[in-house]
């Protein structure tokens, strides 16, 4: 995903919920209604959210440090995570703890009953919007992947989590429209209550969705398999390297990929010739996959021992088969001794 693409979206977002909080403020003053007190924090809490983003992205462009050699990409996913906290807290269960509040007493709306339609109607116009935009922006970099794919994949997190936003937002806006509505026309308080209810549980809902995702790529992700695909075809694309021995890759941020290969090269006669043969590697790996800009590339001599060596994280570095004639003692204290 693009830096700006997310931005866009971000922005968008942002101003259109610190317009929505407004107007949900002044309603749930004038009619009390605890589905607009509800929606009120909710596009607070979101417009927060949006402010949390940007913040992560602007602190994920400092330059690497001694102390953070990799640099600061993984803040977009910190900060990311944080929204998912805030909206689980302030959103969701504000909003169930407004819900239990309302049906303890569930008093109608007395006054301005036009009020809350009025500015429900005009919040779904502007969160629709944001949502516009939010999608518009998405579609620039998800493909052929469905929406649930995209949300699960995306390695940059502000458009997932504005789309997910501003969908809770939308659905959180028909469910206090009903319940408003409801209230209005039966003169029962507790369809307020259940409106601000479901609202709640929707806010809850995505947030544990955003935390499980976040949690994700704060843990750390690999490349997608196209991409390990395109990797693996750059490394053994040319006559430098048999094969791989074994490979491994992280996602340092969205826009950062870390590559770490042990493979198995052709005989050279000097170090000069292996030096050129890992940078032209090196060369490739980065034509195929431009986010990959920090690439390891340990060179070995294939071997069975190489092929023992396996894929873990500790796998002893692999060493050629004793010469033929060679005792196994004499090759186990061949390793030994060098």
Known sequence: MSANGGTKAIVAAL??????????????LLTGSSSMLAES??????????????????RAKRQATPQHP???GRERYIYAFIV???????????ALYEAWHKAADPHPIESWHWVPVVVLVAAIVMESFSFWTAIKESNHVRGNQSWVRFIRRAKAPELPVVLLEDFGALVGL????????????????????????MIGVLLVV????LAIETKSLLLGEGAEPTDVASIERAVTGGPEVE???????????PEELMVAAKVAVR???TAEELARGINAVEARIRAAVPIARVIYLEPDIWSAAAQRAGTGAAAPTAVPEAQAGTTPAAADETRAGG
Request: net charge neutral.
């Open 84 to 94: 998912s906290i805030v909206l689980f807290s302030l959103g969701g269960l504000f």
């Open 174 to 197: 028909v469910f206090a429209l009903f319940g408003v509505g409801m209230t209005l026309i039966t003169g029962d308080g507790i369809w307020d209550a259940a409106g601000t209810a």
């Open 243 to 253: 094969r791989i021995i074994h490979m491994k890759t992280l996602y340092l941020g």
């Open 206 to 209: 995505i947030a544990i969705v």
């Open 15 to 28: 101003l259109a919920n610190m317009g929505i909080a407004v107007t949900k403020f002044i309603a749930f």
């Open 41 to 58: 924090i909710h596009s607070v809490a979101d417009s927060g959210n949006q402010g949390l983003l940007l913040l992560g992205g602007r």
């Open 70 to 72: 990799f640099g600061y």
């Open 267 to 269: 005989s050279c006669e």
